[in-house]
């Protein structure tokens, strides 16, 4: 398989403009010549670091620059240094909210409120642009009821959250083969939640492995709610493998259909692979880089 090479530096204005405008480190003084012209595609470029777990963090980080990323995602405070030190950003910041336990309970509220604002803050200092948060499990709660507390709680941080200039995401994700009972399992409770929140710094993060489970129409799907979607994420059905030709969703017209909906944002690499990870990971930009 050919190795996917960051650009040269005749790269288009237009691509180092993008660039230029992405936040944190990749915006400041610091960015490196080879950094400006990483941008692939319509896209920005990111990798889970819970996959990519085999691979020590510094390897990680250094890999995907030389790769072509920008930002490995879902890291905690402490691994933000490390990222900046080779030119990536954080682009999905971890929040302090659980996939089991988050704001669809009332009584949680006070302390994710708290922490999830001191996560906020920290993003803004750092220039990093989303924090990702959960709804919580059912544990019989009606979905109606979970909305309305999840509304009430998000209210909550959304403030801060636009004064700060950062995006929390609320993570759609299947119950029906990895989290069972997650109540943010559909689309359309989703959309209805950021409808009651009403802020452009509150957005679903459409992560395409977990909705093609529960309700696949994706193309349909991101078309209709794309206004209310701020991040992406990847991965192949079943077995949320490589998003190679071994599964069912076809990549490519998945990217161009998001390419078509204005969205020129990350794209968050988050599979498993079943072989050298890195030659996984350099086959998926190509994929996505329409």
């Known amino acids: 398989m050919s190795r996917i090479t960051r650009r040269q530096s005749i790269t288009s204005l ?3 403009t993008a660039v230029a405008a992405l936040p944190g480190s990749l915006a400041g003084n610091e960015r490196t010549p080879a950094s400006s012209a990483r941008a692939m595609g319509k896209f920005h470029h990111s990798a889970c670091k819970w996959t990519f777990s085999s691979i020590p963090m510094e390897r990680l980080a250094q890999s995907a620059s030389d790769i072509g990323l920008e930002s490995i995602e879902l890291l905690e405070p402490d691994d933000w240094p490390l990222v900046r030190k080779y030119h990536l950003t954080c682009a999905m910041a971890k929040g302090t909210t659980t996939i089991a336990k ?3 309970r009332i009584e949680h509220h006070d302390g994710f409120v708290a922490s999830m604002t001191d996560r906020i803050k920290a993003c803004a200092n750092a220039g990093l642009p989303n924090v990702i948060c959960f709804s919580g499990s059912r544990e019989g709660m009606p979905d109606e009821l979970g909305l309305e507390n999840c509304a009430i709680g998000v209210k909550r941080i959304v403030g801060v959250a636009e004064r700060m200039g950062v995006t929390v995401c609320m993570e759609l994700l299947n119950s029906k083969v990895d989290h069972p009972d997650y109540m943010c399992d559909h689309t359309a409770w989703g959309v209805e939640l950021c409808k009651r ?6 957005k679903l993060l459409y992560d395409i492995y977990h909705m093609q489970i529960m309700e696949g129409d994706v193309i349909r799907t991101i078309r209709d709610n794309h206004r209310f979607i701020g991040h992406y994420h990847t991965a192949g059905v079943p077995g949320r493998h ?7 969703l076809f990549y490519p017209a998945i990217m161009r259909a998001i390419a078509e909906t204005g969205y020129s944002g990350f794209i968050g690499q988050e599979f498993l692979s079943k072989r050298d990870p890195l030659t996984s990971l350099r ?8």
């Not at 929140?197 to 509150?202: K, L, M």
């Not at 086959?283 to 329409?290: A, F, G, K, Q």
């Open 14 to 16: 237009a691509t180092a």
């Open 197 to 202: 929140v009403g802020s452009d710094r509150f």
């Open 102 to 104: 988050g704001f669809n």
């Open 283 to 290: 086959e998926s930009l190509r994929i996505c880089s329409v």
């Open 242 to 248: 490589e998003i190679d030709d071994g599964q069912e």
